[in-house]
């Protein structure tokens, strides 16, 4: 029997589609995660939700199906699946007017801390038969669950191959019901992870997770499936009212819907920590203020890695791109987050190590200063901090301007001007604009210099003097301490910080404007090379607050500058397809002076395509961004794990990073600059760009169902499917819809040698969505890419009326 997977991601949400025509059968999972703006309880939530549609689309036959939902111990890491012993055990939820509810909790533990898993579902007397099995052995064949999925339908209680108290455990819920022809039915499961307290890597001290609050600290699992159960019809319209004003929207291009709520994937799947706050962490950190703390108890402590990779919690020089997110959608948690980090300025940590790269001697974290990060799981995060140790981040010139734009955004946009926070955070700012003029500007000109090395986010890439990254993001930390100074009247302050930037802005132009863009710095090797981030302090504080820019660099200096890294980092680099390459020179060559210069950093592409919309070049925008989303989520099959850095061939680095959250800069800018979704919203429609829902051209191939895996954990959905009626299944001959013949005539004579033709629309006729098979002798020779290319190309002007295409082809 063959089946015809379609998956289609559109985070929290997913569809899993399963086809199959020799019967007559559709099959349909939606998984539905609530992660969901502004709701703080919910979406600390460790749950989620799986909706079984079935669909008989014959028209003479009954059939008896089952659909079974199974999960087993562990995480799939040998190291810990047969960590401890397992037991089960079943629960219902009480009626008390409301549906009832069936389930059965796992019981194990992860790295010695008890973990319980939970699975259940509705029960629905009128259609549905539920069971469900209490143990059986996911190590071996499962011959005893599957027998009597054959021979009755339902799971068994439990299997005599797996004893009590095995190491290694797995249990079921099971619904089986009648299918009539031309019908459909649906179930519902949901599957809960309870494990309430945690530590790190060292284990110096144990972390109550969030929605304990809400929960209590033990024995959650089967409340929290039974909450998913009653809340997901509300928590499914909630996701609709978010995502549908952009979804709807007929001016944006279907990629940017895909690509903006897909990249949050990384908001849970980032190494993600979300605790409630306890008493007893102000003993260990003795620097966290009552402002900060308060704060904590009321929204929790929020944390999230760089990198899959590169394990720091809460980098922040990626999180000043990445912060977009939370403050577009959670921005409590944002404030929260500015907060901890407003502490860690004046917290230093008197151990000395040596830093791999320079070998120079310092303090771990350096008192003044922003901390690169709050620490690494395999230590003890916030209590070791700085867990970067390739260069002395003290003497980074990026970390401490954006802590300063970030406090003004912050402190605008999502404090509604709260005067604690800028209380706060002033003081910060005040000690670490003094400093920096003390210490990194070196000939009192106003502007702070880079000292040869690779001293800010592009850690191996060396700026030396002044530069036009630092350099811009200086001009707007100025622009911002000074009106902050002058909000909290601190006079001397702003007069000083006034003279200073009348000075650095001259000094910028006069080192570095080219005449056409801001070179990269004075001296280095890179030093006339175009970058595609040169103006990035004044990106982020056109963001929040323009009308500071207006006098901050020559208008026309800006858009000569942006029309340059359009042309030069994004047009030459990859075809115009891969985004903006961080360095190209002025002939059009990319610069490979240093790594990293050579690299396309997706979030730094999306914080470009953010600037040129605020600049209204909307399509170029969007055609800036489309590179990271064409590049990622359909030639590199890299969807749900976008890499930091993209090469132009062959390579690609650290998978799964925070920065291409910077997407939600876009939205912010659409927002803000274009008037987005409002009655005087300026924003002109934009050429589409081919949305493939699945990578490679949207092949099913292994790299989708790895994705499709890794959405859905360890879960096996087992649809056991008998016939209640003699007659033949349906499909049989299938006869052509007019678009069908007319996709199947243009292929076969645009492709030569054509052995095999199959054109199928998948959408019940209305023509949204299609299969596509074509084996070819042309093909020879010729890579699957290059294969789908012909096929799109042929089809160019059927695709672009289309929501959904899957290709196959294959050389003959």
């Known amino acids: 029997m063959q089946f015809s997977p379609f998956y289609r991601g559109l985070y929290p949400r997913s569809w899993t589609t399963y086809r199959i025509p020799e019967i007559g059968i559709i099959v349909t999972i939606r998984q539905v995660s609530p992660v969901i703006p502004n709701n703080y309880e919910d979406s600390s939530l460790p749950v989620c939700l799986f909706i079984v549609d079935v669909e008989n689309v014959t028209n003479d036959k009954e059939y008896e ?115 009539s022809p031309e019908s459909k039915k649906s179930v519902e499961y949901s599957l809960s992870w309870d494990m309430p307290k945690v530590s790190f890597g060292s284990i110096q001290r144990f972390y109550q997770r969030r929605y304990t609050r809400f929960f209590g600290s033990s024995g959650a699992a089967d409340n ?84 899959w990779e590169y394990r720091m919690v809460n980098t922040y020089d990626v999180h000043f791109y990445a912060s977009y997110a939370l403050a577009e959608l959670w921005p409590d948690l944002e404030l929260a987050v500015q907060a901890e980090f407003t502490d860690q300025v004046y917290h230093s940590i008197d151990k000395q190590i040596r830093f791999h790269m320079e070998g120079d001697w310092a303090n771990i974290k350096t008192a003044s200063r922003v901390p690169h990060d709050l620490g690494n799981p395999a230590d003890e995060p916030w209590l070791a901090t700085n867990a970067y140790v390739m260069h002395d981040t003290g003497k980074w010139k990026d970390l401490n301007m954006k802590y300063v734009l970030t406090s003004w955004r912050d402190y605008i946009a999502l404090s509604n001007k709260h005067e604690e926070f800028l209380q706060h955070t002033w003081t910060a700012v005040k000690v670490i604009m003094t400093e920096a003029l003390e210490q990194w500007d070196k000939d009192n000109d106003g502007m702070i210099e880079n000292f040869g090395k690779a001293d800010q986010t592009y850690d191996a890439w060396q700026m030396e003097g002044v530069s036009a990254y630092c350099g811009s993001l200086w001009l707007a930390s100025l622009r911002v301490a000074i009106e902050m100074s002058k909000i909290v009247e601190d006079f001397e302050t702003s007069k000083l910080l006034n003279e200073t930037l009348e000075k ?93 210069a050579d690299e396309m950093w997706t979030g730094v592409t999306y914080a470009v395509a953010s600037f040129l919309i605020q600049q209204n070049e ?141 054109v199928h629309d998948v959408s019940n006729g209305c023509g949204s969505m299609f299969d596509v098979t074509v084996e070819a002798t042309s093909f020879t020779g010729k890579s699957k890419v290059a294969q789908h290319k012909l096929v799109t190309g042929i089809l160019r002007d059927q695709i672009k009326d289309m929501h959904g295409l899957t290709i196959r082809t294959k050389a003959a």
């Open 65 to 179: 199906v089952s659909v079974a939902f199974t999960f087993r111990n562990g995480t799939g890491n040998r190291r810990w699946d047969r960590e401890t012993e397992c037991t089960a055990a079943k629960f219902t939820s009480t009626g008390n007017g409301e549906q009832i509810i069936n389930g059965v909790a796992l019981f194990h533990s992860i790295c010695s801390m008890p973990c319980t898993y939970g699975l259940a579902t509705n029960i629905q007397n009128d259609y549905a038969t539920t069971s469900i099995c209490q143990r059986f052995d996911p190590s071996k064949s499962g011959a005893g669950l599957w027998l009597s999925l054959e021979q009755t339908g339902d799971v068994p209680h439990y299997d005599d191959d797996c004893a009590e108290n095995s190491r290694e455990m797995a249990v079921a819920v099971c619904n089986r019901f009648i299918l």
């Open 224 to 307: 929290l499936c039974i909450r998913a159960l009653r809340r997901r019809k509300t928590w499914e319209e909630e996701i609709e009212k978010w995502q549908n004003p952009v979804l709807d929207h007929p001016k944006l291009p279907d990629w940017y819907k895909s690509a903006l709520f897909n990249e949050l994937y990384f908001i849970t799947d980032g190494g993600s920590i979300w605790f409630e706050y306890d008493e007893k962490w102000a003993n260990d950190e003795e620097h966290l203020s009552d402002y900060t703390k308060n704060m904590m108890k009321e929204t929790g402590r929020f944390g999230y890695l760089e990198s």
């Open 504 to 596: 650095a802005k001259q000094v910028f132009i006069d080192k570095l404007w080219t005449g056409t863009y801001f070179r990269f710095c004075e001296k280095s090797r890179s030093r006339e090379t175009c970058m595609a981030d040169q103006l990035c302090g004044y990106w982020f504080l056109q963001s929040v607050s323009p009308e500071l820019t207006e006098d901050l660099i020559p208008k026309h200096m800006i858009e000569s500058s942006l029309w340059t890294i359009y042309e030069l980092n994004v047009c030459k680099f990859g075809n115009g397809e891969m985004g903006a390459v961080n360095g190209m020179k002025p002939n059009g060559i990319v610069d490979r002076e240093y790594i990293q």
């Open 618 to 758: 909307i399509e170029k925008g969007f055609k800036t961004a489309s590179g990271c989303y064409l590049t990622c989520f359909e030639r590199l099959g890299l969807q749900y794990q976008t890499p930091e850095a993209i090469y132009e061939t062959k390579f690609y680095r650290a998978i799964g990073y925070m920065r291409p959250l910077s997407i939600w800069a876009m939205q912010w800018s659409l927002k803000k600059h274009c008037r987005f979704n409002t009655d005087s919203e300026n924003l002109e429609p934009v050429k589409k760009v081919l949305p493939h829902l699945l990578p490679n051209g949207g092949e099913a191939s292994k790299s989708s169902e790895d994705n499709m895996l890794r959405q859905m954990l360890k879960i096996r959905f087992s649809p056991i499917i008998r016939n209640h009626s003699g007659a033949g299944c349906c499909g049989g001959n299938h006869e052509q819809s007019a678009a069908e013949k007319l996709m199947s005539e243009l292929l076969e004579k645009g492709i030569g040698g054509c052995t095999k033709v199959k």
